[in-house]
Nanobody, 124 residues
Framework: QVQLVESGGGLVQAGGSLRLSCAAS????????MGWFRQAPGKEREFVAA????????YYTDSVKGRFTISRDNAKNTVYLQMNSLKPEDTAVYLC?????????????????WGQGTQVTVSS
């Protein structure tokens, strides 16, 4: 069983920065990729960013390109999301996810593991 635990969320003013962390544990942890999704109240869960665990290839949704950076530390089984130039529309619960195979990163059904989420609130 794999567990994912997010941290680093909080309240920040527009234009500010936050760094999210996701620590993974479990004997079977060997992902193909790790990623971040977000879900705002009344909205569907949406893909934010992903990184392949072996090669470090990154993928981003268009709305965060140039502002967010995903990275990983394989030795610590941890993935990060550095969020800069935050906007009020970035307000959401951010969830860490892991998957064991390649494919379309945008579909939530393709991800095997999920964390509980951490709240990010950006004030205007």
């Amino acid at each position: 069983q794999v567990q994912l635990v997010e941290s680093g969320g909080g309240l920040v003013q527009a234009g500010g920065s936050l760094r999210l962390s996701c620590a993974a544990s479990g004997r079977t942890f060997n992902p193909y990729a790790m990623g971040w999704f977000r879900q705002a109240p009344g909205k569907e869960r949406e893909f934010v960013a992903a990184i392949t665990w072996s090669g470090g290839t990154t993928y981003y949704t268009d709305s965060v390109k140039g502002r967010f950076t995903i990275s990983r530390d394989n030795a610590k089984n941890t993935v990060y999301l550095q969020m800069n130039s935050l906007k009020p529309e970035d307000t959401a619960v951010y969830l860490c996810a892991g998957r064991t195979y390649s494919g379309n990163y945008y579909y939530t059904r393709n991800w095997n593991y999920w964390g509980q989420g951490t709240q990010v609130t950006v004030s205007s």
